[in-house]
């Protein structure tokens, strides 16, 4: 490896660990569902209603209250089981919650609809998606390696491993009644993306990339003459509950349907339509770890670009198949292939900068979803449900710090009526275990394997008038 290409592997390596991160421990960029009901019934929601919640997957929905208003109030927490393991060596470590608010996560639901003759509008705010990982510095993962034999050669750096997402969609919501058959409706989000992490990357894998001439800058004098390289450090983190290392603001939108085919049985069609956002920004350092020189940080800026979330199609049914049983089946089809073929990215500093244009190649998600409900007596309803989806993600694109996509949960989850208008929603999934092995020398100096389990409640209090 010559060392005046280091910068290239450095920079391009360590931005690299933001590129992957939006892998997170949901079906992609989404949670397994919205608000109690949802979630409870494996996250169906585009022919039947859930709530204030229908605004985040099928408007039209709205309208199916049987109130002139409702208010949401509640929130999820996530809670996660995350590993990573050397193949080549058996070491394992685990991701703890102790620090850096990485977990649990609890996130907001607020929701409020009001309806107008045949008309239903409605405003809310949700977390689209949030997990985290919290490996610590003194795992494997925060070894340098030395002559291209991956992290078991190197020494340790004592430098943190740990990422942490979270989107939130702020959805403006109106349904319209065309006649007793149909309804149509639609939505303006507002959307935020926040991102911590903490990253090394090996030498191996940072010469990797910089051989496949994904990475253009100015930034390689004073990093080029480094006697003894080991990898490289990213830190773009904020140990607060809601800020971010790097963060932007955009918007996407919604338009859905609902059609009742028969008295007891209504169909729906929903598509939300992929995100646009501006660049994540923030303040950053890049650290070269150097076995002889120690570590040299780099402060300056950096840049997340086009970290859209994908398009979305959804269709449902329902029915009432007795007046105190109803069953609900949704298919779902996530564009990730458009949303997620190239990513940019870039840092910036008084020493130079570097650009970068990283291959993802994700592929398009199918998610199929069965709920039911059963109004057990007046007070007391319960719900179950299934939802299975596809791997939109290869396993060359993932990271240690970047667990499995999760592909099947299962759902409980009750409501109790507590007076004509209250009413307390509760909802638990959970995710099965998943494991990925990223062989890629492009993300990774060794083979890493990472596996995820996730445990999420929805606890919520809705009101009537």
Do not use: C
């Not at 949670?31 to 039209?60: D, K």
């Not at 509008?121 to 997990?131: D, I, L, P």
């Not at 903490?198 to 003459?225: E, F, H, W």
């Not at 904020?238 to 290392?245: L, V």
């Amino acid at each position: 490896m010559k060392i005046k290409n280091l910068p290239n592997k450095v920079i391009s390596g360590a931005i690299l660990g933001i590129a992957s991160s939006h892998a997170i421990a949901t079906d992609g960029l989404f949670l397994e569902g919205f608000g109690a009901i949802s979630r409870s019934m494996g996250g169906t929601a585009v022919a039947h209603y859930v709530g204030p919640a229908s605004m985040m997957v099928n408007p039209a929905t709205m309208d199916l209250s049987d109130s002139a208003g409702e208010l949401l109030l509640g929130f999820d927490l996530i809670t996660t089981d995350i590993g990573a393991t050397n193949p080549e060596t058996g070491e394992h470590v685990s991701s703890s919650d102790h620090s850096n608010n990485r977990g649990p996560y609890v996130a907001p639901q607020f929701a409020y609809i009001h309806k107008v003759s045949n008309w239903t509008f409605g405003a809310g705010v949700f977390a689209q998606a949030g997990v985290g990982v919290e490996y610590g510095d003194d795992s494997f993962l925060s070894r340098g390696d030395v002559g291209g034999k991956g992290y078991a050669a190197g020494a340790d750096t004592g430098l943190e491993n740990a990422s942490r997402l979270f989107i939130l969609d702020i959805p403006f919501a109106a349904s319209f009644k065309v006649n007793d058959r149909l309804t149509i409706g639609g939505s303006l989000d507002a959307k935020w993306t926040g991102l911590n992490l903490d990253y090394l990357l090996g030498m191996n894998q940072l010469g990797s990339l910089a051989g496949d001439g994904r990475a253009s800058g100015s930034l390689m004098g004073v990093i080029g003459t480094l006697p003894d390289p080991r990898g490289v450090h990213l830190s773009v983190s904020k140990n607060k509950e809601i800020s971010s290392g790097v963060d932007g603001w955009g918007y996407s939108g919604r338009l859905g349907l609902l059609y009742k085919v028969a008295p007891t049985t209504n169909v729906g069609v929903s598509y939300m339509f992929k995100s646009h956002m501006n660049d994540l920004k923030g303040k950053g350092t890049v650290t070269a770890v150097d076995g002889i020189a120690g570590n040299v940080p780099i402060e300056g800026e950096v840049r997340f670009l086009d970290f859209n979330t994908p398009a979305k199609l959804d269709v449902g049914i329902s029915h009432q198949v007795t007046d105190k049983w109803l069953i609900a089946f949704d298919v779902s089809r996530v564009f990730w292939k458009d949303a997620l073929k190239d990513i940019k990215l870039g840092f910036a500093s008084g020493m130079g900068d570097v650009d970068l244009k990283l291959p993802q190649d994700a592929k398009d998600q199918t998610i199929m979803a069965i709920g039911t409900s059963y109004a057990a007596t007046p007070r007391l309803t319960l719900r179950a449900g299934y939802r299975h989806a596809t791997q939109p993600f290869n396993d060359e694109g993932l990271l240690a710090l970047i667990p499995a996509v999760l592909q099947d949960h299962a759902s409980l989850g009750f409501s109790y009526q507590l007076s004509k208008s209250g009413r307390f929603d509760a909802a638990y999934s959970h995710a099965f275990k998943e494991s990925m092995t990223n062989r890629s020398a492009y993300n990774t100096s060794s083979p890493v394997k990472s596996s995820i389990a996730q445990d999420n409640f929805v606890l919520a209090y809705n009101y009537s008038f």
